[in-house]
């Protein structure tokens, strides 16, 4: 499974999922209503991936998802729900 599909699978989950599955994240921020887990420890391979690569959308045929130095996942405070993912690339 590649890093899109590991990562997309998260969209609607409960945030006590990821922990089990991931851990607990490496930086926490508060943003209004939603708060922001990040994890960066993973370097472009994150759990529940097989190493398949991501489809290109670069033009030098990469792919955002196996270049992440880290991914930011979204969720909302009150019921704990993942609601999006952010790729942190070298470029950002």
Same mark, same amino acid.
């Given at each position: 499974? /590649?890093?899109?599909? #590991?990562?997309? !699978?998260?969209?609607? #989950?409960? =945030?006590?999922?990821? @922990?089990?599955?991931?851990? $607990?994240? %490496? !930086?926490?921020?508060?943003?209004?209503?939603?708060?922001?887990?990040? &994890? $960066?420890?993973? %370097? /472009?391979?994150?759990?529940?991936?097989?190493?398949?690569? /991501?489809?290109?959308?670069?033009?030098?045929?990469?792919?955002? &998802?196996?270049?992440?130095? =880290?991914?930011?996942?979204?969720?909302?405070?009150?019921?704990?729900? @993942?609601?999006?993912?952010?790729?942190?690339?070298? %470029? !950002?």
């Amino acid at each position: 499974m /590649s890093n899109r599909k #590991a990562l997309s !699978q998260w969209i609607g #989950a409960n =945030a006590n999922e990821l @922990i089990e599955k991931w851990g $607990d994240p %490496d !930086q926490i921020e508060t943003e209004g209503m939603y708060t922001i887990w990040t &994890y $960066d420890r993973f %370097d /472009s391979k994150f759990p529940g991936t097989t190493g398949s690569r /991501s489809t290109a959308t670069n033009d030098d045929g990469s792919s955002p &998802y196996d270049t992440a130095e =880290a991914v930011k996942f979204i969720i909302n405070t009150s019921n704990r729900t @993942i609601l999006r993912y952010e790729l942190v690339n070298n %470029d !950002q």
